[in-house]
């Protein structure tokens, strides 16, 4: 099973990435959001992958980070009615943190506002895999339910999830507050802070 590919990035669409490795050119197909924090073409790309074999088709998909990966396999394998390119559109839409956010929380809405979910799909994704959230996740989603905050934690997924909260505490769309701070973090990297990633978003 191939589970990454690393090589020279030589073309790049929002959907598609094409690595060079050996004298090779693997054709992946990625989310939006794993486009928007590929490097520059000519510079080296890491993506981690899953390959889908079909009878008439092998196709590579690829994501920025395993979490997304995992949560990209979770999808396919324990969603019903949900397929690959299903599953690439929805993490095109909103970032893992947002996803897993609306998922702990029963947010039929957010979901349902992902390309082809609708809200029978969007409540059959809360009830397949909320028991795969762990515990952390169902509590910060409880937490913001009953309008408190949850305690800050250092990991990128947290601190993404929270400035969106916060800009959709300020009237927000929430789509429209996911992409503004996925943008903001593209451009101040993982080791910023909550806080500055809320005033990128909002400049």
């Not at 009615?81 to 947002?98: D, E, I, Q, R």
């Not at 897993?100 to 809405?109: Q, V």
């Given at each position: 099973?191939?589970?990454?590919?690393?090589?020279?990035?030589?073309?790049?669409?929002?959907?598609?990435?094409?690595?060079?490795?050996?004298?090779?050119?693997?054709?992946?197909?990625?989310?939006?959001?794993?486009?928007?924090?590929l490097?520059?073409?000519?510079?080296?790309?890491?993506?981690?992958?899953?390959?889908?074999?079909?009878?008439?088709?092998?196709?590579?998909?690829?994501?920025?980070?395993?979490?997304?990966?995992?949560?990209?396999?979770?999808?396919?394998?324990?969603?019903t009615?949900?397929?690959?390119?299903?599953?690439?559109?929805?993490?095109?839409?909103?970032?893992?943190?947002?996803l897993?956010?609306?998922?702990?929380?029963?947010?039929?809405?957010?979901?349902?506002?992902?390309p082809?979910?609708?809200?029978?799909?969007?409540?059959?994704?809360?009830?397949?895999?909320?028991?795969?959230?762990?515990?952390?996740?169902?509590?910060?989603?409880?937490?913001?339910?009953?309008?408190?905050?949850?305690?800050?934690?250092?990991?990128?997924?947290?601190?993404?999830?929270?400035?969106?909260?916060?800009?959709?505490?300020?009237?927000?769309?929430?789509?429209?507050?996911?992409?503004?701070?996925?943008?903001?973090?593209?451009?101040?990297?993982?080791?910023?802070?909550?806080?500055?990633?809320?005033?990128?978003?909002?400049g």
């Open positions: 099973m191939i589970t990454s590919i690393t090589g020279q990035l030589v073309a790049a669409t929002p959907l598609t990435a094409t690595i060079e490795v050996g004298g090779f050119g693997y054709e992946v197909h990625i989310p939006v959001t794993t486009a928007e924090r490097p520059s073409l000519g510079q080296q790309a890491k993506l981690h992958t899953v390959a889908v074999y079909r009878e008439d088709s092998q196709t590579l998909y690829g994501f920025s980070t395993e979490e997304e990966r995992n949560f990209f396999r979770l999808l396919v394998e324990k969603v009615g949900v397929g690959p390119k299903m599953a690439l559109s929805v993490l095109s839409k909103l970032s893992l943190a947002t897993k956010g609306a998922i702990a929380a029963g947010d039929i809405g957010l979901l349902s506002k992902c082809g979910i609708g809200k029978k799909t969007a409540e059959r994704l809360v009830i397949e895999l909320r028991d795969y959230l762990n515990p952390a996740e169902l509590a910060g989603a409880a937490a913001t339910q009953a309008g408190a905050g949850a305690a800050p934690v250092a990991s990128v997924e947290n601190k993404i999830r929270d400035a969106v909260l916060a800009l959709v505490a300020l009237g927000y769309r929430a789509v429209d507050a996911d992409k503004a701070v996925r943008q903001a973090w593209v451009t101040l990297g993982p080791t910023t802070s909550t806080e500055s990633l809320i005033k990128k978003a909002l």
